[in-house]
């Protein structure tokens, strides 16, 4: 049985994304999808899926659902205060959601983007194969109050419940740097500043991209010998863009595809979880690393899959992890109430 | 930016993990663009093993890359046609296609084409004859989707961007800047210079096709009176545009 997810309200900007359409880039239609996605990724290992749904995507703050049909939900990205019916859920994990209850969705605690995943799939309308929302150019809009998005049946909704503990991305941290064409347009003496700066994750961001603030201002000084200027190139997510006055930004998913802006380097697209999921005033800083470091390292998609769907493990708590084991309900996959701020401590 | 030519600079470069560009130079030189519009359509033509995607842009041609691909194989297989390419000097390759569009030129619809005219030395009239004379080229598309880069327009076109921003011009909006040409989808903010309008939208999410133009198709703008220009939302958001097969 097939049924809906209502909004009943939204409290942050919640768009349904997936993990985008590309192939359109010389249409000039860039992939767009999850900003972080990761958390689509461990969203479908904990819901048993071969690979990553549409989910909701909740910038800032999630907001009050309900839903007609019974369906497992996933809640991964940005961790939220989550309560169904007053009862608090653990992020990072699986939940029945059943008709009638309410499920309450707060501010983030740390990072940017939450995410809802419910376990069917979300069925509205795809458009050029993804139902990723583009809000630039006006591919659906961020929902509302009294929308109701059409979900898939969940397969298996008496599935056990299972919880994952997810790599740390929701404070900023250390971003590793790749060169692209256009970093020799940047000085030794600047590509050195640069690695060495501190920088905040600026109030100035959406889903094109994020600016960095730092003390410093880092030029492409090889621009002013171009006497006809630099053309416009081919830019996307990741990208480090340099304005004239020397001031970065990292673009995000739903970024134009072609800028006239210098690129210092592009984040390797492991780390732009991290980089997106950054809350103004983070910190952050950059490590330049070699193309070969870089391929070295990188994990594909499909493998991070596998290895989440490992981590994943049952949501009742082993009673050996539990020192007060009195107060805690193990039935059902039901938890105490401070177990939310119990993880966060563990961290 | 004149039309003296510059050494090209053919170069194979990583752009991300999944990513090749060929660039012949970091300047918006004509040579430059026709080497990569060359370059583009050969690739198109003949799209090398391991190739996911090309897109091609003004002076470069991105290539998107299967992961398992043969990075050094590729690049050295790329570096070797742009050479080729950047020492032929070849024409444009023949377009394929070539579009009419009606546009309105001056007044509302223009506002920048009297102070476009003085900065050429010219009167409207002659500057407008001589952009509706040009057999403009779609050198690339983007930004936007579907939004088309147009050139090159003849040497005296070779405006500078205002040193201000214009809040926003209205979609199909005709903007020029650098000997090229932007056909603006929606409502934008430019610093490009506004000398005419047109009711053809290169994009519109509900049409199938979204995106209508394509890198090398040619094009021509026909001047119409400002009530003659159809509604944007007639004819599938064409604009009264006209579309030939040449091959």
Redesign the interface.
């Known amino acids: 049985m097939s049924g809906k997810l209502i909004i009943h309200a939204a409290q942050g900007v919640l768009t349904v994304q997936d993990l985008g359409r590309p192939g359109h880039l010389a249409q000039g239609l860039g992939r767009g999808g999850a900003m972080d996605r990761l958390a689509l990724i461990e969203a479908a290992a904990l819901l048993g899926q071969p690979a990553p749904l549409a989910a909701i995507e909740m910038a800032g703050a999630g907001g009050t659902f309900e839903v007609s049909a019974p369906t497992r939900i996933a809640l991964t990205g940005a961790p939220m205060r989550a309560q169904l019916d007053g009862r608090p859920l653990l992020w990072a994990a699986v939940h029945l959601f059943r008709p009638g209850q309410r499920l309450r969705i707060g501010p983030a605690e740390a990072g940017v983007y939450g995410y809802l995943t419910p376990a069917g799939g979300i069925a509205s309308e795809a458009w050029l194969g993804s139902r990723a929302a583009h809000l630039t150019i006006g591919i659906s809009a961020p929902l509302a109050a009294g929308d109701a998005v059409p979900l898939h049946a969940d397969p298996s909704p008496q599935d056990p419940a299972l919880r994952l503990d997810v790599a740390p991305r929701f404070a900023g941290g250390e971003l590793r740097l790749i060169d692209g064409p256009q970093t020799p347009l940047f000085s030794d003496e600047t590509l050195a500043a640069f690695a060495q700066a501190r920088f905040t994750r600026a109030v100035q961001g959406n889903r094109q991209g994020i600016r960095l603030d730092a003390a410093a201002r880092f030029p492409a000084e090889a621009l002013r010998q171009l006497t006809a200027g630099l053309a416009s190139d081919i830019i996307g997510p990741g990208d480090v863009q340099m304005t004239g006055e020397g001031v970065p930004y990292v673009l995000g998913a739903e970024c134009q595809t072609i800028g006239g802006y210098p690129r210092i380097g592009a984040v390797l697209p492991d780390d732009l979880p991290r980089a997106m999921q950054a809350p103004p005033g983070a910190g952050l800083g950059f490590r330049r690393i070699t193309l070969d470091e870089a391929l070295a390292c990188h994990v594909p998609e499909a493998q991070l899959l596998a290895e989440a769907r490992r981590r994943c493990r049952p949501l009742l708590r082993d009673p050996r992890e539990v020192g007060d084991l009195a107060s805690h309900n193990l039935i059902g996959g039901v938890i105490r109430g401070d177990e939310h701020e119990m993880e966060e401590r563990a961290r | 930016?004149d039309d003296a030519v510059p050494e090209l600079t053919p170069?194979v470069?990583?752009?991300?993990?999944d990513?090749l560009?060929v660039?012949f130079?970091?300047?918006?030189?004509p040579a430059?663009i026709a080497a990569a519009q060359v370059m583009a359509a050969r690739l198109q033509a003949d799209p090398p093993p391991g190739t996911?995607?090309?897109?091609?842009?003004?002076?470069?041609v991105?290539l998107?890359i299967d992961?398992t691909a043969d990075r050094a194989g590729l690049s050295v297989r790329l570096l070797a046609e742009a050479r080729r390419v950047a020492m032929e000097r070849p024409p444009l390759p023949g377009p394929v296609r070539r579009w009419t569009i009606p546009a309105a030129f001056g007044g509302a619809d223009g506002p920048d084409l009297g102070r476009i005219a003085a900065a050429m030395g010219r009167s409207e009239d002659a500057a407008l004859a001589e952009l509706l004379e040009a057999d403009l080229r779609v050198l690339?598309?983007?930004?936007?989707?579907?939004?088309p880069?147009l050139g090159l327009l003849p040497p005296g076109w070779n405006l500078p961007r205002l040193p201000q921003i214009t809040p926003e011009v209205p979609a199909g909006a005709i903007v020029v800047a650098?000997r090229q040409i932007v056909v603006f989808g929606?409502p934008s903010p430019t610093g490009w210079q506004q000398l005419g309008r047109t009711s053809f939208r290169s994009?519109l999410?509900a049409r199938e096709p979204?995106?209508v133009l394509?890198?090398g198709d040619a094009l021509r703008f026909v001047r119409v009176a400002p009530d003659a220009l159809p509604a944007a939302e007639d004819g599938g958001g064409l604009g009264g545009a006209l579309l030939e097969r040449l091959a």
């Not at chain 2, 470069?13 to 993990?17: D, E, I, M, S, V």
């Open positions: 930016m170069e470069l990583p752009a991300g993990l990513g560009l660039r130079h970091l300047s918006p030189h430059a996911a995607e090309i897109c091609p842009a003004l002076v470069s991105h998107r992961p690339a598309i983007g930004f936007a989707p579907g939004q880069y650098l929606a994009f999410p979204p995106m394509r890198a």
